[in-house]
């Protein structure tokens, strides 16, 4: 269980959630969702290691940034200042969604801060295509028009749907959805997340993306669902070939990772985290450490 909250990150600060002891791992969500979304997964790895998970801006309970999701250096500065401020020296990063470009670029910027990067459902890459309601809301004056009607339909119906055919009973669902919905409840909701979702064009904000995963310097473990109808599969499969020490796993499994599979996640985590005591990090080929795609059934 979560143990402390607090806001941290200089001039941006972050509110974020820390539990338990041992080695630091961050978690990084994507859009629209919160720290959250990483629950059961620390729950099941909070024995082994500090698990710190952060709201990012204009998410949960973090204010928005000016910049928002388009400006990544900007974030991982953010991020830098909050691991200066609870003075630790290097720590695992773990990103889902559009949180593992923040990680990338993290990754990238200060290398020596990062022991190991997991990436779920990575949305890196200048081509992706954001889902087809947010696109919508994307696009000037009928975004505004159509805001309310689309912040209604989502969290009521498709959050709904996504998340049916891995968690069974409608409570479960409420109470991922409850806090995801948080920040867009109410009157003006709607237009708050018309505007979080105007964040750039994905061809500009993910330009330098492939450049930076064949530089990255840390040994990497991809996650994918095989039922992920937001981020394509292909997605993780290049990645993972353009990481020099990758390894990936295809899970049967929709787009939100952390909330159907935590068993697995955190299972897979505490091995690839354990690898960085018990061996180097010594490099290997690209995409060699296993055949993508792995299946791994769900638990």
Known sequence: ?????????????????????????????????????????????????????VDLPGLGRT???????RELDSLA?????????????????VGHDAGCAIG??????????VGRLALLTPSIFPDLKP???????????LG???????????WKLV???????????????????RDFHAPFHGLGGGWRLMSLLRWGNPADVLAAMPERLTQLLVPTLLFHGKRDSAVPQAFAARAAS???????????????LPVTEPETIARELVRFFDQAIAQGHSQRPAGSAREFPRFCAAD
């Not at 990338?104 to 801060?113: D, M, T």
């Open 1 to 53: 269980m979560m143990t402390s909250t607090s806001m941290a990150g200089g001039s941006a600060p972050m509110y974020h959630l820390c539990a338990g002891s041992g080695d630091p791992v961050l978690f990084l969500h994507g859009m629209p969702t919160s720290c959250h979304l990483w629950s059961r997964v620390i729950d099941r790895m909070c024995g082994r290691f500090t698990c710190i998970a």
């Open 63 to 69: 204010p928005r940034l000016p910049g928002g999701f």
């Open 77 to 93: 500065a953010t991020i830098e200042t909050l691991r200066m401020e609870r003075s630790i020296e290097k720590w695992h990063i």
């Open 104 to 113: 990338v670029e993290y990754a990238h910027r200060y290398p020596h801060r």
């Open 131 to 141: 889902f087809y309601l947010f696109e919508i809301l994307r696009r000037p004056l």
């Open 144 to 154: 505004e028009l159509m805001a309310p009607v689309i912040n209604l339909l989502f």
């Open 159 to 177: 959050m709904q749907v996504v998340l049916e055919s891995d968690l069974h009973t409608k409570s479960e669902r409420d109470e991922v959805i």
């Open 242 to 256: 353009l990481i020099p020490d990758s390894e990936a796993i295809l899970l049967d499994s929709g787009h939100f």
